[in-house]
């Protein structure tokens, strides 16, 4: 009877551990303003440093102009082993002029995104790679360039010995 107990309790903790593995997990990055908030920045009066008062540092800056910062909120579900999935993606896009006035105010969405091909290629060298045993015994049992009696490469020359 007690076997049958056993059993039975661990075939539904087995049971609750595949059921709860099946349930989505939300999560959320970034900064999240309530739903339809928009920031309240004004073009031509914010300021950098108002900027940074309402909304805080930046998630990233723009890579070629350092004058954009970006605001970057998403939520992804993530199921068992899956890739987690974005559901959700905020961004709001700051400009700012010269002298660190606000400029523009975008806001971009998931549908706004694209999808990037990487390519995983890369480009191939000259020679073979060597191995970090074979970089410390590459020397072992190569004669020492003081046996070549003075017919040495000369920094500068053809590379190849002297010849008389």
Do not use: K
């Not at 031509?44 to 998630?59: F, H, I, N, R, W």
């Amino acid at each position: 009877m007690a076997f049958r107990r056993a059993l039975i309790a661990s075939a539904i903790i087995v049971a609750a551990g595949i059921v709860s593995a099946c349930n989505p997990t939300l999560r959320s990055h970034g900064f999240r303003f309530p739903d339809g908030e928009v920031p309240a920045l004004s073009v031509g009066e914010d300021t950098q440093a108002s900027v940074l008062a309402t909304l805080g540092s930046p998630s990233t800056r723009g890579m070629f102009d350092d004058s954009t910062w970006y605001y970057i909120a998403d939520t992804r579900e993530y199921l068992a082993y899956l890739r987690p999935e974005t559901r959700e993606r905020r961004v709001i896009a700051v400009r700012f002029s010269e002298d660190g006035v606000v400029t523009a105010v975008d806001e971009y969405g998931l549908e706004d995104g694209r999808i990037v091909a990487f390519v995983g290629r890369e480009t191939p060298t000259r020679g073979r790679e060597l191995s970090v045993l074979e970089q410390l015994l590459g020397n072992v049992g190569r004669p020492s360039i003081d046996q070549f009696d003075g017919q040495q490469n000369l920094p500068g020359g053809a590379g190849g010995p002297r010849r008389r």
